[in-house]
């Protein structure tokens, strides 16, 4: 049966999470991109702007980001990922 | 931290059923080993609605029976797995991930034999339970069985009484664990009765507080439908409970349990079968706001769906509300049957975690993601459901960074301000007045002060804050260079920690907690010079 974690573990697995949520960063394919624009429609922070001639979207303000991860998960086509840098 | 050992506890699942035995006083196993005993017979389908952690379901597969058991916590359902492996009856049992009221879309007709569920009924809200049982009625083959194991709330205040000093502490521990919230079924009979089956009590147990019903599909019922489960209107209103309910949410809203709402459908106003559906979690602010703002606005469909109490955007980010919990809440309800459109209006805020598509594909109603604040609604919905850059994007105002410092202060209070009183009770109103101090000069200059998370910002905040006192104490009363010494300490300490704990109320920083290693270094350096330099100056 597998152990259990300690009070300390989940203190150390928290804060190693916390470290790598500070340097994930969105990853964009702009050639998945079908122009669905749901990622433009939840981002709390303003990240995505559509391009409505081209249909697709770009990536802007990746500053901004705060790695909710809204934006990969509503994205039908896969086209955003959320890792990283060197990974 | 405190979040840290909430989440701890959740990972111990192993616990709960230690937990559960304990306060049931052993008699759960007794009842489960009885109805096993009694129903469960070699060769047959059992499906187990809210296996928890197996130990009913490897029962039921040990006399050789083939059982589906579904649960919708993950943890529960791998301790389940673990059981299961130890025990060798894999090829017994399936286990799935499956929300109880959705076992009818999952599983055929006539496909079970038996079905049957312990300490799971109490935890459905009381539509959730009127669906699910009328699932079970088409899931049973002929002269298929439904055996329902559950708490019940007694008859009689002596011994309501007496199963209160067991359910108080049972209550709290399935919270700790769970985070869900047993709610001991009342007149269960009767609602079996209503969905079409004819159900006795074959045991009982604890002053009648454990129940074991024994229920079979009436033979010429089955067709009848439920009544569409409409909760009510909402109107905003204060009452003495709501204001104790928002002073309480002002200081501690960040230790459980929330307030929180019956889930199911409302209506704001009075709606019409073309009104706009709203979808929110059941933390009970939540649902209040979003009163406030829109009565008198608008007439719409509220479905209020379960998200253990929480916000949603930390209800979805967390797990607790998710596309499967409202595509159960959208069956339960039969919203489909109350209105003539298929749009659902969700908070944009709980995109981190419901799959849009999910519900899109499963249920055929269509996704709309609505503004970040509630008061965007009657805009955004005139608007045809457009909404302006403004309405998309989570702000910080000063009003939300004095609240947030209310609710954080609130708990720190309970932490520090109470051990000092008691303690060293002389330091009390000074702290106090530092932390308010440094927390409000913070709150309202936190978009002016320099870097971009708390701990850098906790650099010009205490040097802020130390140019202060010094200045003081040269200018205005002054003090002795030992006492400066210590107030030196004792704000620079503050300063970080106050700005490193308000960071995780920001919505638009992240992972505050990968400082935390800093802020121990750093105490303990500060620790250190308390008590070397004064040694070494001769000031002690």
């Known amino acids: ?87 | 931290m405190a979040t840290v050992f909430m989440k701890w506890l959740e990972t111990q699942p192993e616990k709960y059923d230690r937990g559960i035995q304990l306060l049931t006083l052993g008699k759960l196993h007794k009842l489960q080993d009885r109805l096993v005993g009694l129903l469960v017979r070699p060769g047959m389908r059992v499906l187990e609605i809210g296996c928890g952690t197996g130990a009913l379901t490897v029962a039921i597969a040990a006399k050789g029976a083939e059982v589906v058991g579904i649960d919708l916590d993950s943890g529960m359902l791998a301790q389940a797995e673990n059981r299961l492996a130890a025990s060798g009856l894999y090829k017994n049992v399936v286990l799935e991930h499956v929300d109880a009221a959705l076992i009818a879309e999952r599983f055929k007709p006539n496909s079970f034999d038996l079905i049957v569920s312990s300490l799971a009924f109490s935890e459905m809200s009381r539509d959730t339970q009127a669906y699910v049982l009328s699932a079970c009625h088409s899931l049973l083959a002929p002269g298929g069985r439904l055996a329902i194991l559950d708490e019940m709330s007694p008859h009689g205040w002596t011994a309501r009484f007496a199963v209160a000093m067991v359910h108080i502490p049972l209550r709290f521990i399935t919270w700790m664990l769970t985070r869900t919230t047993t709610n001991p079924l009342r007149d269960f009979q009767g609602t079996l009765e209503r969905a079409g089956f004819r159900a006795d009590v074959i045991e009982r147990t604890l002053l009648g507080s454990l129940c074991l019903f024994l229920a079979e599909p009436k033979l010429d019922d089955g067709s009848q439908p439920l009544p569409v489960s409409f909760k009510g209107r909402l109107r905003y209103r204060m009452s003495l409970r709501t204001l104790l309910v928002d002073l309480w949410a002002v200081f501690f809203r960040i230790i459980p349990p929330y307030p929180k709402m019956q889930p199911g459908l409302y209506s704001i106003g009075q709606p019409t079968p073309d009104s706009p559906v709203l979808v929110t979690g059941n933390f009970e602010l939540t649902v209040r706001r979003l009163v406030k703002a829109i009565d008198h606005h608008l007439h719409v469909w509220l479905l209020v769906v379960d998200s253990s109490g929480i916000n949603v955007w930390c209800a979805a980010g967390g797990g607790f509300l998710t596309a499967e919990r409202i595509i159960g809440a959208l069956s339960t309800s039969r919203l489909d049957e109350v209105v003539n459109h298929r749009a659902l209006i969700l908070p944009q805020l709980c995109a981190n975690g419901v799959d849009g598509w999910l519900i899109r594909k499963q249920t055929k109603w269509g996704v709309h993601w609505g503004p970040v604040r509630a008061a965007d609604l009657p805009a955004y919905i005139q608007a045809g459901r457009k909404k302006t850059e403004d309405m998309r994007q989570v702000r910080f105002p000063l009003r939300d960074r004095l609240e947030m410092l209310a609710a954080t202060m609130g708990f720190y209070a309970m932490l520090i301000l109470i051990p000092v009183a008691l303690l060293w009770p002389s330091s009390f109103w000074p702290l106090l007045a530092a932390m308010l101090g440094l927390s409000l000069f913070y709150a309202i200059t936190l978009p002016w002060l320099p870097g971009i998370d708390g701990l850098a910002k906790s650099l010009p905040l205490g040097l802020i804050a130390l140019a202060g006192m010094l200045l003081y104490s040269w200018f205005v009363h002054s003090t002795a260079l030992a006492d400066i010494f210590n107030r030196v300490v004792g704000l620079t300490g503050l300063s970080v920690f106050v700005g490193a704990e308000l960071q995780g109320m920001s919505p638009r920083m992240r992972g505050e907690q990968a400082n935390w290693g800093w802020e121990a270094i750093i105490a303990v350096l500060l620790g250190l010079a308390y008590w070397l330099i004064p040694r070494l100056m001769g000031w002690r």
Do not use: N
Request: hydrophobic share 40%.
């Open chain 1, 1 to 87: 049966m597998a152990e259990s974690p300690s009070m300390l573990e989940m203190l150390t697995e928290h804060i190693d999470l916390a470290r790598r949520l500070r340097v994930l960063q969105i990853h964009f394919y702009p050639e998945r991109c079908k122009g669905v624009w749901q990622c433009y429609e939840v981002c709390p922070v303003g990240c995505w702007r559509p391009d409505y001639e081209k249909r697709v979207v770009a990536f802007e303000h990746g500053e901004r980001c705060i790695a909710c991860g809204a934006c990969v998960l509503q994205c039908p086509e896969g086209a955003i990922e959320l890792k990283v840098a060197d990974d």
